[in-house]
């Protein structure tokens, strides 16, 4: 897979407990989300030993009558999976939990290997059951778009 790293994404994984680069962005009146701009540093580290080291799986999912196989790669650590999360995640975590006051106990995680592996818009089902959720999400490897849009539908956020 080619991707192009950072000129600072090497040496070891650590994350910036002091959140100094935080900006928040406010999606309405109760939803927000945190972005952070090289909060990881040895972020490339970290995408390269996962890329080579995680048993990633391609999915079926049902959509519209039909069940297709995802595009991207997944794999998910946690309560309903077993084995340990990769090296250098738990530090992650637990910097993530200190600053949001929650245990973060479960880990997903997708490959995104071009353009044309994209998945259609889609919400967090870990937590749809729950009144408020807290999602963390760390993109590593080469840039690409991430949006965001009102349930219901709407104005997308691009971040």
């Given at each position: 897979?080619?991707w192009?790293g950072?000129?600072l994404?090497?040496?070891?994984p650590?994350?910036?407990?002091?959140?100094?680069r935080c900006r928040r962005?406010?999606?309405?009146?109760e939803a927000w989300v945190?972005?952070?701009p090289?909060w990881?540093?040895g972020?490339?580290?970290?995408?390269?030993?996962?890329v080579?080291?995680?048993?990633?799986?391609?999915?079926?999912v049902p959509?519209?009558?039909n069940?297709?196989?995802q595009?991207?790669?997944?794999?998910?650590w946690?309560?309903?999976a077993a084995?340990?999360?990769?090296d250098?995640i738990?530090?992650?975590a637990?910097?993530?939990?200190e600053?949001?006051g929650?245990?973060?106990d479960?880990?997903?995680?997708?490959?995104?290997?071009?353009g044309?592996?994209s998945v259609?818009?889609?919400?967090?089902?870990?937590?749809?059951?729950?009144d408020?959720?807290l999602v963390?999400?760390?993109?590593l490897g080469t840039?690409?778009?991430f949006?965001?849009?009102?349930?219901?539908?709407?104005r997308?956020?691009k971040l």
């Open positions: 897979m080619a192009q950072s000129l994404g090497a040496g070891d650590a994350p910036d407990r002091s959140f100094a962005v406010a999606l309405d009146d945190d972005v952070v090289g990881l540093s972020a490339d580290t970290l995408f390269a030993h996962l080579d080291s995680v048993p990633w799986q391609a999915h079926e959509m519209y009558e069940v297709v196989t595009p991207r790669l997944s794999a998910w946690g309560a309903a084995g340990p999360w990769p250098h738990a530090p992650i637990e910097a993530l939990g600053r949001y929650v245990e973060f479960s880990l997903g995680a997708n490959l995104y290997r071009d044309r592996d259609a818009w889609h919400g967090d089902r870990v937590y749809r059951e729950q408020r959720a963390a999400v760390l993109t840039a690409r778009r949006l965001l849009r009102p349930k219901g539908g709407g997308s956020v």
